[in-house]
């Protein structure tokens, strides 16, 4: 199919740091993905998946099978370019994943499964920072004191600006193409998926404030007065 009326029908998307409201919703966004194919309906779908998997993966599947599955679904990406980008999306999850395990101090290097390259590479030297790829992989240089500090949300959002960045280069160098299409969806949820977290935190601000408020000596006597008057 020509896919030039479909990527033309796309808004404009901010930069992940500016991006405070999303330009199309989801509903308006895959009313525009129906000019795709049943083929190219199920590549990105399958994309989609594979590199916004989360929940709806079964708590009952270890990470030996997950990689497994994986493996087994990137083989059905047909597009070289994107299959690269979701290896990786999946391979930064991998290194959380040892990161984590590590930190926790529960399983050995022997019990972790991740995928990728870097999977042997991160057993053998496990007991370093950053398994020693600080020079391959600098960003990990950066993450690790986040994670030492429980900084969830600063990490996270660092990975997905690395993410992202890869996903517009694609979009940029594939013009009206497949390729387009899916890495323009991609970086559609991120976007959605930051301005969600950014609500999220925003709320917990908020509640914490409010609670710190109340539990101030003035605050719970104005309070306890205007009971009083109300009674």
Same mark, same amino acid.
């Given at each position: 199919?020509?896919?030039?009326?479909?990527?033309?029908?796309?808004?404009?998307?901010?930069?992940?740091?500016?991006?405070?409201?999303?330009p199309?919703?989801?509903?308006?966004?895959?009313?525009?993905?129906?000019?795709l194919?049943e083929?190219?309906?199920?590549?990105?779908?399958?994309?989609?998946?594979l590199?916004?998997?989360?929940?709806?993966?079964?708590?009952s599947?270890?990470?030996?099978?997950?990689?497994?599955?994986?493996?087994?679904? !990137?083989? %059905?990406?047909?597009?070289?370019?994107?299959?690269?980008c979701?290896? #990786?999306?999946?391979? $930064? =999850?991998?290194? /959380?994943?040892?990161?984590?395990?590590?930190?926790?101090?529960?399983?050995?290097?022997?019990?972790f499964?991740?995928?990728?390259?870097?999977?042997?590479?991160?057993?053998?030297?496990?007991?370093?920072?950053?398994?020693?790829?600080?020079?391959?992989?600098?960003l990990?240089?950066?993450?690790?004191? !986040?994670? %030492?500090?429980?900084?969830?949300?600063?990490?996270?959002?660092?990975? #997905?600006?690395?993410? $992202? =960045?890869?996903? /517009?280069?694609?979009?940029?160098?594939?013009?009206?193409?497949?390729?387009?299409?899916?890495?323009f969806?991609?970086?559609?949820?991120?976007?959605?998926?930051?301005?969600?977290?950014?609500?999220?935190?925003?709320?917990a601000?908020?509640?914490?404030?409010?609670?710190?408020?109340?539990?101030?000596?003035?605050i719970?006597?104005?309070?306890?007065?205007?009971?009083?008057?109300?009674?």
């Amino acid at each position: 199919m020509s896919y030039y009326t479909l990527v033309t029908a796309l808004p404009d998307l901010p930069s992940l740091e500016k991006c405070k409201q999303m330009p199309i919703s989801r509903i308006a966004l895959d009313r525009r993905l129906t000019m795709l194919s049943e083929e190219d309906q199920k590549q990105l779908k399958l994309a989609e998946s594979l590199y916004h998997f989360g929940a709806e993966q079964p708590a009952s599947l270890s990470d030996q099978k997950l990689v497994y599955q994986w493996q087994s679904q !990137l083989s %059905q990406i047909q597009s070289e370019p994107v299959r690269q980008c979701i290896e #990786n999306r999946l391979e $930064w =999850q991998s290194f /959380l994943a040892a990161m984590r395990q590590r930190q926790q101090g529960d399983k050995g290097p022997e019990q972790f499964f991740g995928f990728g390259r870097w999977t042997t590479r991160i057993r053998q030297h496990w007991h370093e920072p950053t398994f020693g790829l600080e020079s391959a992989l600098p960003l990990l240089t950066e993450l690790h004191p !986040l994670l %030492q500090k429980g900084a969830a949300g600063e990490v996270e959002y660092q990975i #997905n600006h690395h993410l $992202w =960045q890869q996903l /517009l280069q694609i979009e940029r160098s594939h013009h009206f193409t497949i390729e387009t299409v899916i890495c323009f969806v991609l970086r559609w949820e991120l976007a959605e998926k930051q301005i969600r977290n950014n609500a999220d935190q925003a709320l917990a601000a908020f509640d914490t404030m409010a609670e710190g408020l109340i539990a101030t000596p003035a605050i719970r006597q104005h309070i306890a007065s205007a009971f009083e008057e109300l009674s």
